[in-house]
């Protein structure tokens, strides 16, 4: 069974940094593509950004809104994908999930969740 | 820039057909996904590449796409499947993109 276990999030202030991991199972991990998606409060989802496999040098593409700010890590012999949020913002407040990548010849989506943690930026 | 665009809501009652739209430019040549996601939980994926259904998802979900509109229907829709709903897809340089979610209220 897949299963993807996020943790690390809590209040921070403005301007502070965050370190959020996710930790993977039931699937060979270092075999996908992984990326976090973000939910402000009642609002929809939003891509935060990816990292590839080993196959693919482990590139990572970011959305505009974080670039700069967010880096994409992972440490395939622990199963595990991060994501180190730096200068945060009031609007980067939202739930955060990472979810397992499937590659098709057509794009991308994501076929499975986990279940989130939330980040709320506040002082 | 790039949408994918929905309804905000879409009401019916228990039994009766729930039909959610999602219209894009690219979406003639890109898949679309949709995913189900209730109160408090993580987004649940219930229709791939336009039409096709995991399994576990109840046969009364169906996709299906057309030009530059997909469409995601609930075939006798149960009070269970009251959720928000987002169709996902990829713009033609392959970035991600949600539409904006469409809350279906059965009732």
């Known amino acids: 069974e897949v299963q993807l276990v996020e943790s690390g999030g809590g209040l921070v202030q403005p301007g502070g940094s965050l370190r959020l991991s996710c930790a993977a199972s039931?699937?060979?991990?270092?075999?996908?593509?992984m990326d976090w998606v973000r939910q402000a409060p009642g609002k929809g989802l939003e891509w935060v950004g990816r990292?590839?496999?080993?196959?693919?040098?482990?590139?990572?593409e970011y959305a505009a809104s974080v670039k700069g700010r967010f880096t994409i890590s992972r440490d395939d012999s622990k199963n595990s994908l991060y994501l180190q949020m730096n200068s945060l913002k009031t609007e980067d407040t939202a739930v955060y999930y990472c979810?397992?990548?499937?590659?098709?010849?057509?794009?991308?989506?994501?076929?499975?969740w986990g279940q989130g943690t939330l980040v709320t930026v506040s002082s | 820039s790039y949408e994918l665009t929905q309804p905000p809501s879409v009401s019916v009652s228990p039994g009766q057909t729930a039909r959610i739209t999602c219209s894009g430019d690219a979406l003639p040549k890109k898949y679309a996904y949709w995913y189900q996601q209730k109160s408090g939980q993580a987004p649940v994926l219930v229709i791939y590449?336009?039409?096709k259904r995991p399994s576990g998802i109840p046969e009364r979900f169906s996709g299906s796409s057309s030009g530059t509109m997909a469409t995601l229907t609930i075939s006798g829709a149960q009070v269970e499947d009251e959720a928000d709903y987002y169709c996902?897809?990829?713009?033609?340089?392959?970035?991600?993109?949600f539409g904006g979610g469409t809350k279906l209220t059965v009732l």
């Open positions: 996902y897809s990829t713009d033609s340089s392959g970035n991600p993109l």
């Open positions: 990292t590839r496999n080993k196959a693919n040098s482990y590139t990572t």
């Open positions: 039931g699937f060979t991990f270092s075999d996908h593509y």
């Open positions: 590449e336009d039409s």
């Open positions: 979810a397992r990548v499937a590659v098709t010849p057509n794009g991308y989506y994501f076929d499975y």
